[in-house]
């Protein structure tokens, strides 16, 4: 069951989508708290946790969209509910979970729902990874010694003494677990084929990091992992797949 917030300035607004919630037969959802403003509804927020805040955008005071400004990367699912369409693009801006135009599409509705429902269940996935990745991350794992050309000479070293590479130029950067970064005259492409398969992963288009590093991933708007140096690397979603299955792979061996 998927419990939601409702923050609405209009309380016929918000008792019409309480009834139109209970007659959801896909999906079960369970209001934890509504609010008529958004002070109170971050409040009731903090206080419940919700997997989804059904939003109004246009509200007295603060805009819906100043949400933002108390939860920069929310953990719960925002659905925006609005009767003015000049808001979307706002809306789209912030890469939000849903936008509903009022009055609410039934079919709309059920179909946010789905996703909500299927994005729960992947991080539930996520997180029993996220406890496997604490396990292993210990720096002691075997690598191997490999020779990789720099700016002035060669870099003779174990792949278990690196953290990650990200692009530079035509050329790549290695970031040493001692944070010293050393010039390399490879690219990121020609790394992955060379470096072992069990233990890096390209995770966007100018990052390749040494999984054993990894502290944990973050599945939010802004999609990330935390290396166990405390540096955020983004996961973009066409690497996400690959990231994921390699990660998968390691846990099994």
């Known amino acids: 069951m998927l419990t939601a917030v409702i923050i609405d300035d209009e309380v016929t607004a918000i008792e019409l989508l309480v009834e139109i919630l209970k007659l959801r037969k896909l999906h079960k959802v369970k209001i934890v708290g ?17 997997d989804i805040v059904f939003l109004d955008i246009n509200m007295p005071r603060k805009n819906g969209l100043e949400i933002y400004n108390t939860f920069k990367t929310p953990d719960f699912k925002i659905i925006f509910c609005t009767g003015y369409s000049s808001f979307a693009i706002d809306v789209i801006k912030k890469e939000v979970f849903g936008y509903l135009m009022k009055p609410i599409d039934f079919e709309e509705l059920d179909k946010v729902l789905q996703k909500a429902n299927n994005a729960l269940l992947e991080e539930q996935k996520l997180l029993q990874l996220e406890d496997k990745f604490n396990i292993l991350s210990n720096p002691v794992f075997s690598g191997m010694y490999i020779l990789l050309e720099t700016e002035y000479g060669f870099l003779n070293t174990n792949t278990r003494n690196i953290e990650y590479f990200y692009a530079k130029d035509s050329g790549s950067i290695a970031v040493m677990h001692s944070q010293n970064e ?3 005259k490879i690219s990121l492409k020609e790394l ?3 470096l072992p398969e069990n233990q890096f992963s390209m995770i966007n288009r100018s990052s390749l990091v040494n999984i054993n590093y990894i502290s944990k991933y973050v599945h939010s708007i802004e999609n990330y992992i935390l290396m166990e140096s405390g540096i955020k690397i983004p996961v973009s979603i066409k690497f996400y797949a690959d990231f994921k299955k390699e ?3 390691k846990l099994i061996m």
């Open 192 to 194: 992955v084929n060379i």
């Open 182 to 184: 050393v010039f390399l």
């Open 247 to 249: 990660i998968k792979q």
């Open 34 to 50: 509504t609010a008529l403003n958004l002070d109170d509804g971050i409040d009731i927020i903090r206080k419940t946790k919700p």
